[in-house]
């Protein structure tokens, strides 16, 4: 069964930094690009960032609502990847969702909650 | 930038009921990069739709999306209880993605 996981959320103060990180089984993870995306509290979904495979380069894509203050990195060997969210602004509260995928997402975690907040 | 216009905002229907979704691109998109998403809440988002028209794994044969250009179409045939959510479509272009602002199936 594809499963993947995300951990690392939780409250945070503005200008500080977090890392949010999603765990992939079932599936070889490595051959498989990472997308990461947002939802803020009643509102719509957002994409944030992908990680390509390394086969395919290992492509990195931002959005530029987060270029410059976030950073995707993967683990092939733990099946993991990694969100790295600097200089965090109020605007970044959302759950984020990692799923498997670059274009259409077939696979998605359950999300995280970060919560940016003084 | 392409922006993705859903509409309506809210569709009331009945089960059994069919529903009729729109999303419209600011600019002609091709028909591979055009997906559709059913979001229920407090859950992830589930893929049904992927190059407009292809239904994902799983996905029951009520489900259709048809389109092209700058208009592309979610049909759900016969809504079931399980169905009312907020449907999401998704452009997937070469350098970003954009989703459109989502329309919700409530029950009438």
């Known amino acids: 069964e594809v499963q993947l996981v995300e951990s690392g959320g939780g409250l945070v103060q503005p200008g500080r930094s977090l890392r949010l990180s999603c765990t992939g089984s079932?599936?070889?993870?490595?051959?498989?690009?990472i997308t990461w995306f947002r939802q803020a509290p009643g509102k719509g979904l957002e994409w944030v960032g992908f990680?390509?495979?390394?086969?395919?380069?290992?492509?990195?894509q931002y959005a530029a609502s987060v270029q410059g203050r976030f950073t995707i990195s993967r683990d092939d060997s733990k099946s993991i990847a990694h969100l790295q969210m600097s200089s965090l602004k109020t605007e970044d509260t959302a759950v984020y969702y990692c799923?498997?995928?670059?274009?259409?997402?077939?696979?998605w975690g359950h999300g995280t909650l970060v919560t940016v907040s003084s | 930038e392409i922006v993705l216009t859903q509409s309506p905002g809210t569709l009331s229907l009945s089960p059994g009921e069919r529903a009729t979704l729109s999303c419209r691109a600011s600019?002609?998109?091709?028909?591979?990069?055009l997906a559709w998403y059913q979001q229920k809440p407090g859950q992830a988002p589930r893929l049904l739709i992927y190059?407009?028209?292809t239904r994902a794994t799983g996905i029951p044969d009520r489900f259709s999306g048809g389109g092209s250009g700058t208009d592309f179409t979610l049909t759900v045939s016969r809504l079931e209880p399980e169905d009312f959510a907020v449907y999401y479509c998704?452009?997937?272009?070469?350098?970003?993605?954009?989703f459109g602002q989502g329309t919700k199936v409530e029950i009438k």
């Open positions: 990680i390509g495979s390394e086969a395919y380069g290992g492509t990195i």
């Open positions: 600019q002609s998109v091709s028909s591979s990069y």
């Open positions: 190059e407009a028209s």
């Open positions: 079932g599936f070889t993870f490595g051959g498989s690009a």
């Open positions: 799923s498997r995928g670059s274009g259409w997402c077939d696979y």
């Open positions: 998704q452009h997937y272009g070469s350098s970003t993605r954009a």
